[in-house]
């Protein structure tokens, strides 16, 4: 089991950018992957972006591509989310999940193995 442990959350205006961290400890020798989802008040968490721990393959729900950019350092076991030109419909609790099995099912909660605990950004407008 890995523990994740996000922060960088906060409460900013629309336009401004936020960096998300997420920090993984434990079991990380067998991450393939590490994604980022996000879940609104009253809805379903939904996909916002993951990483392959090669760093080699991205990707991105169509609502952030283009603002949005995940990064690792594996040196860290630390994925990063960087949000730009926010807007008040990023507005969510953002959680971080690690993949142990490699299913490749990036955009999908079943994909992934661990949960961080999430963290706050709200987006003012």
């Known amino acids: 089991q890995v523990h994740l442990v996000e922060s960088g959350g906060g409460l900013v205006q629309a336009g401004d950018s936020l960096r998300l961290s997420c920090a993984a400890s434990g079991r990380t020798a067998t991450i393939y992957g590490m994604g980022w989802f996000r879940q609104a008040p009253g809805k379903e968490r939904k996909f916002v972006a993951a990483?392959?721990?090669?760093?080699?393959?991205?990707y991105y729900a169509d609502s952030v591509k283009g603002r949005f950019t995940i990064s690792r350092d594996n040196a860290k076991n630390t994925v990063y989310l960087q949000m730009n030109s926010l807007k008040p419909e990023d507005t969510a609790v953002y959680y971080c999940a690690v993949d142990h099995r490699d299913t490749y099912w990036y955009s999908l909660e079943s994909g992934y193995d661990d949960w961080g605990q999430g963290t706050q950004v709200t987006v003012s407008s």
């Open positions: 990483i392959r721990w090669n760093g080699v393959h991205t």
